[in-house]
């Protein structure tokens, strides 16, 4: 989530190499990735952004398979904004991690909404 974060404010995108591309990971990372460049081309982007993580449950699906449920809080400053004015965000989701030929890839990325603070 912190790389998610930065990528507001970075120009170089994070190249997620530990995320399995799959059908429940591209769609979230294609998205980053398209609202990253649209930040940047409408100077909409992060000075900075500040994330906090709150783990709110963890287990084992299986011998191979943690799920990791989390809340991502995030302070941030857009760009064009007043120097006064600051933002932040709560998002909660859900990553499926799976150990595949003794790596571990996250192979699941899910959260149901967006939730403003």
């Not at 398209?34 to 909409?44: F, G, H, I, L, Y």
């Not at 995030?74 to 004015?85: L, T």
Request: net charge negative; with cysteine.
């Amino acid at each position: 989530m912190e790389e998610y974060n930065s990528a507001h404010v970075e120009e170089a995108f994070p190249k997620f190499e530990y995320v399995q591309r799959n059908d429940h990971t591209v769609s979230c990372i294609k998205g980053l990735e398209r609202e990253t460049v649209n930040d940047r081309a409408s100077d909409n982007y992060y000075d900075y952004a500040k994330t906090d993580i709150d783990i709110t449950d963890s287990y084992f699906l299986d011998g191979e398979t943690f799920v990791v449920e989390a809340f991502d809080y995030c302070d941030f400053h857009y760009h064009s904004a007043p120097a006064f004015v600051y933002s932040s965000y709560g998002i909660e989701f859900i990553i499926t991690i799976k150990q595949i030929d003794g790596e571990y890839w996250i192979t699941g990325i899910e959260t149901d909404h967006l939730v403003n603070i």
